[in-house]
């Protein structure tokens, strides 16, 4: 189908053809109308254009029977020279070896004729003619005609108007579907050559896409006011045949038959032009360049997006002013415009629901919009608000906060990401640190196995191993907080008994804080308060806590261990007094690596409240911190198991 579309002499072809039909179409197509006259017509006597010729000759004898009467009395000699011309010429038009028309003209009593062109030997007029008629004339007395029968008129020989409308008459009745089959065939080959060659236009052989030519650089107005013209000229010539159609007696039956092959050419111009300006608009169609070529249109989108520019940059504020004025100028319109002013208060009221319809939209808009901001500003950062059928300025803000949530969303993957980068990081270098870690620990514990003698190597394996067991939590610590912070620990959540729980973890810290001269105060419901939460994760929460208060309490100091019961969760809060001045925010010190000892002298790793939070809230709990001066306050909630 592409070698057949490419082609460029099967398109001009396809052109030529299609002229060719146009011309085939337009003449069978003026046949065609001339039969349809005599269509609903039975015999040649009912058609109009009997009944014209028929009157133009009782119109003749009328002017006849006027010059002979005027010749009665006296005249000027040339007056009387051209009515006897008069005469003589309208008797040899009326003689009857000229015509098939017969007549009799009676004086205003009747008992004598004036004119006639009977041969009385063939009868009277009723015995020669098919139908008799009467009429009165003006001056007095009366005129009897009438037309020869077609067999008749066929025996006489005489071919005039009333011959050939009769012969034409019979011809048109016999081809009338004749030439409405060929009329319909020949438009419908037309047609089918027409679109093909407009599926042909703009394609040339090896060339990708529309091939636009000189033709298309030519502004379209100029196609269409040669199309203008042309039509213009055609309408001209055609109303010259028209005007011969109907007055064919006067040109003659010969030169109306004539004038269809001409009208078949006007036909066949005014198709080619028009089929010039319908391919050259397909082509640019098809080359989307029809607004580019066309000075109305281009005028067009200028200033429409000049407009709609203008309204764009113009603030809000001003465009409710002005559309607040338009609708006031709309209901003035409506209600004293004079048309419109018999009928109020309709038009107004009819405004007035239009207007109310549009606010309505905005407000269903407004509130789409309201709704899918909630929907944002809970944390949904993925959804998006649906623009279709929003209002220009509600649609644009639509937008705009979709692209901020695709921006949040962007911007939470690529913290997700890069926090994963960063547990991958501490993962793979603390597991990388494991190994000669590893070794270091042993080999001081051979050291250590050993008799030394020198007490200052004594005292540098203690450190050794001191340094080395801090480096080992370090790293352990390092990984747990990495695990917790991206819940890559598996939890296991289960029914335990928070009081019990504490209370071995008190007697284990005991020698500890008995260390650092703390004393515990230790404030607990009656009964058990059971919890739901992974034992494993969070002992190691209150151990977090516990060490915490050994390491940085205030020695001599109190520390207040309460666990609260009740809605439905369990409370463990944990107070202290620090032995440094806290000067961090307590969001602050739950990152990772903060420590209240900015000196960092004590062996905290800043990893401990870290670490809670993460297991915290990885059991479905919450962790909060309280900092008041020195005070340092820890609250651990959990579900509380039925």
Known sequence: MRKVQENLLIRLAAWVLFLLAVWGCAVSGQKMILALSCANDSIPQDTGRFSRVLDDYVGRVKVYVDYQNALTGVLDFETEQVYRSEVKQTEEKLDR???????????????????SNLDESLGTLEQQVEAVYIIELEQGGELLYGVLPMETMDQTGVE????????????DQANLDLYMGQTIILSA?????????????????????????????????????????????????????????????????????KSIPLVGMIAVGGAAVAALVLRTVTVRC??????????????????????????????????????????????????????????RPLPGMVVNVVVLVIVCWWSAGFRRIRKGTDVIAAGNVNHKIDTTRLPGELKRHAESLNNISSGLNSAVDEKMKSERFKAELITNVSHDLKTPLTSIINYVNLLKATQQTDPKAQEYIEVLDRKSQRLKKLTEDLVEASKASTGALSVNRERIGMNQLLSQALGEYEEKLEERHLTVVCTEPEGESYVYADGRHLWRVIDNLLG????????????????IRGKGSVTLAVKNVSREALNIPAERLMERFVRGDTSRTTEGSGLG?????????????????????????AMVTLPQAS
């Not at 015509?99 to 009799?104: E, G, P, S, V």
């Not at 896409?209 to 309408?235: D, F, R, S």
């Not at 915490?548 to 520390?559: D, F, Q, S, V, W």
């Open 286 to 343: 098809k080359a989307h360049i029809l607004v580019h070529t066309t000075l109305v249109l281009r005028l067009a989108v200028f200033l429409w997006t000049s407009a709609a520019y203008f309204m764009k940059t113009l603030p809000i504020t001003w465009k409710s002013t002005l559309a607040f004025l338009a609708y006031l100028g709309v209901i003035f319109f409506a209600d004293y415009w004079e048309p419109l002013y018999y009928y």
């Open 189 to 257: 080959i037309a047609a089918g050559l027409f679109l093909f060659a407009l599926w042909g236009s703009g394609h040339k052989p090896g060339q990708e896409g529309v091939a636009v030519t000189w033709q298309e650089h030519i502004p379209l107005e100029a196609y269409l006011l040669l199309l203008g013209t042309v039509l213009i000229m055609e309408m001209y010539f055609l109303g010259g045949v028209s005007d011969a159609w109907w007055n064919w007696w006067d040109y003659g039956d010969a030169a109306v038959r």
């Open 609 to 633: 409240l870290s670490i809670a939070r993460s297991l915290t809230e990885l059991q479905g709990g919450t962790f909060e911190l309280v900092v008041d001066g020195d005070l340092f306050k």
């Open 160 to 171: 005039d108007e009333f011959y050939f409308v009769q012969k034409e008459f019979l011809e």
């Open 97 to 115: 070896a000229n015509t098939n028309f017969r007549y009799q003209v009676f004086s205003e009593n009747g008992s004598e004729v004036i004119a």
């Open 548 to 563: 915490n208060c050994t390491k940085y309490a205030l020695e001599g100091t109190r520390i207040y261990v309460e666990l």
